[in-house]
């Protein structure tokens, strides 16, 4: 199982993506054949949410998904459900409030 790493998540303007290695990752040039040189030997970003409407507060999503989940548990959870449901599952209320709950796991 892999930890998630803050500094490895992306934003982009509405997708939240993860360009961490772990053990369900595969490479760039394996994905994609035809991908630019300098992705090449790099994990293809795992996608983790979709911020479609109003606020965006991805930041605390992913600092949720930091002290949550391993990469590996977030992509069961989320084939199950949606990343909303996942993050919620474990005390995310939305809006960036989220908070650190000890209990929960």
């Not at 199982?1 to 998540?9: C, G, K, S, V």
């Not at 790099?42 to 949410?49: S, V």
């Amino acid at each position: 199982m892999t930890n998630f790493d803050i500094n490895e998540f992306t934003w982009d303007g509405m997708y939240l993506m993860y360009r961490g290695r772990h053990t369900q990752s595969v490479n760039m040039e394996d994905a994609r054949p035809n991908c630019h040189p300098s992705w090449v030997g790099k994990p293809q970003p795992t996608f983790i949410a979709r911020f479609k409407y109003g606020s965006k507060p991805w930041k605390s999503w992913a600092r949720c998904l930091v002290d949550h989940y391993t990469v590996e548990e977030y992509i069961a959870e989320v084939a199950n459900s949606s990343p909303l449901a996942a993050v919620e599952k474990v005390g995310y209320s939305g809006n960036g409030r989220y908070k650190y709950r000890g209990d929960v796991k």
